[in-house]
């Protein structure tokens, strides 16, 4: 499985972005795909995650209430909708799959995509 991020970018405080992550090579609609991030100086730290159907999503307690992960498997896609951002929130963003179930740790996941810079200013 090939894994592509895009959709990173500059914003401001309280803007939004999407990101897409593109699998490719395979299908992953029986994946569990993931969101992690890693801001200068720290760990890879989980996002979000969904199970293969879509019916369940996980998040950081950073991120609920601002963040949305969903899938797209008819277009091996998962999307992570990034809304009211703050400055905290810059980091790289990688995503990433596996089998199930979710798991928060970033060593569970087999496949990675390069990651996309995501960079809030204040």
């Known amino acids: 499985v090939q894994l592509q991020a895009s959709g990173g970018g500059l914003v401001q405080t309280g803007g939004s972005l999407k990101l897409s992550c593109a699998a490719s090579?395979?299908?992953?609609?029986?994946?569990?795909m993931a969101w992690f991030r890693q801001a200068p100086g720290k760990e890879r730290d989980f996002v979000a995650g969904?199970?293969?159907?879509?019916?369940?999503?996980y998040y950081a307690d950073s991120v609920k209430g601002r963040f949305t992960i969903y899938r797209d498997n008819a277009k091996n896609t998962v999307y992570l909708q990034m809304n009211d951002l703050k400055f905290e929130d810059t980091a790289v963003y990688y995503c990433?799959?596996?089998?199930?179930?979710?798991?928060?740790?970033?060593?569970?996941?087999?496949?990675w995509g390069p990651g996309t810079l995501v960079t809030v200013s204040s």
């Open positions: 990433a799959a596996r089998g199930l179930p979710v798991i928060r740790t970033f060593t569970a996941y087999d496949y």
């Open positions: 090579g395979r299908t992953v609609s029986g994946y569990v």
């Open positions: 969904i199970t293969g159907s879509g019916n369940s999503t």
